[in-house]
């Protein structure tokens, strides 16, 4: 089982910019599809974005596409969201998760319930 740290949550102004990092240790990071989760307060856990093992493909929610962006670090086992434009909905305590399975098909990977190993989150405040 891999276990994540994740890193760089912040206070921000909205319009600015934010990177986030997930640190992964034991397991076998490369096997992992990797997706990162955010929760609001008073909101259920949602999806925000996901890498496949290999690095290779991506996915987003929409209200996310084209001002996030997921990457991964397999030499150094990390897992990066770069976050621009930022508004106030995008305040939340943002959670990087590992899944195993190498089954990238939406349905499974925008679920939490898929994901086996998780960070304890780190905070991102946008203010307006």
């Known amino acids: 089982q891999v276990q994540l740290v994740e890193s760089g949550g912040g206070l921000v102004q909205a319009g600015g910019s934010l990177s986030l990092s997930c640190a992964a240790s034991?397991?076998?990071?490369?096997?992992?599809?990797v997706g990162w989760f955010r929760q609001a307060p008073g909101k259920e856990r949602e999806f925000v974005a996901a890498?496949?093992?290999?690095?290779?493909?991506?996915s987003y929610a929409d209200s996310v596409k084209d001002r996030f962006t997921i990457s991964r670090d397999k030499a150094k086992k990390t897992a990066n969201l770069q976050m621009k434009n930022l508004q106030s909905e995008d305040t939340a305590v943002y959670y990087c998760?590992?899944?195993?399975?190498?089954?990238?098909?939406?349905?499974?990977?925008?679920?939490?319930?898929?994901?086996?190993?998780w960070g304890h989150g780190t905070e991102v405040t946008v203010s307006s």
């Open positions: 890498i496949r093992w290999d690095g290779f493909s991506t």
């Open positions: 998760a590992a899944m195993g399975g190498f089954n990238w098909v939406r349905t499974l990977y925008t679920s939490p319930d898929s994901y086996g190993s």
């Open positions: 034991g397991g076998f990071f490369s096997n992992y599809i």
